[in-house]
């Protein structure tokens, strides 16, 4: 069992920037697949960015590459998002995702690649 809690979401002005953190219980933290994901009102749950297991490989949206950096301290069972240059069209619920795998290096990018989810964070850029 995983259970993930984020944080750090609010409301910025477009061209902003908000560390989003995700904060996992248990010891299997470092067995894990973390990710992000979005949800805007109206609309599908979609991909944000990924890290391996041993933080070594990230994978991104296109939508934010180049503006979003996630990263993860194993000893600290935490991973973030830092996102930078905010648009009005990043408003959603951000939620962390985490999946069990034997691999220290995939990624994944299918929701239903991932087994556990935390509640979510909102963020609402204004224009």
């Known amino acids: 069992q995983v259970q993930l809690v984020e944080s750090g979401g609010g409301l910025v002005q477009a061209g902003g920037s908000l560390r989003l953190s995700c904060a996992a219980s248990g010891r299997t933290f470092s067995s894990c697949i973390m990710g992000w994901f979005r949800q805007a009102p109206g609309k599908e749950r979609e991909f944000v960015a990924a890290?391996?297991?041993?933080?070594?490989?990230?994978v991104y949206a296109d939508s934010v590459k180049g503006r979003f950096t996630i990263s993860r301290d194993n000893a600290k069972n935490t991973v973030w998002v830092q996102m930078n240059s905010l648009k009005p069209e990043d408003t959603a619920a951000y939620y962390c995702?985490?999946?069990?795998?034997?691999?220290?290096?995939?990624?994944?990018?299918?929701?239903?690649?991932?087994?556990?989810w935390g509640q979510g964070t909102q963020v609402t850029i204004s224009s």
């Open positions: 890290i391996s297991r041993s933080g070594g490989n990230t």
């Open positions: 995702a985490a999946a069990f795998s034997l691999s220290t290096t995939s990624v994944a990018t299918r929701s239903a690649e991932y087994g556990y």
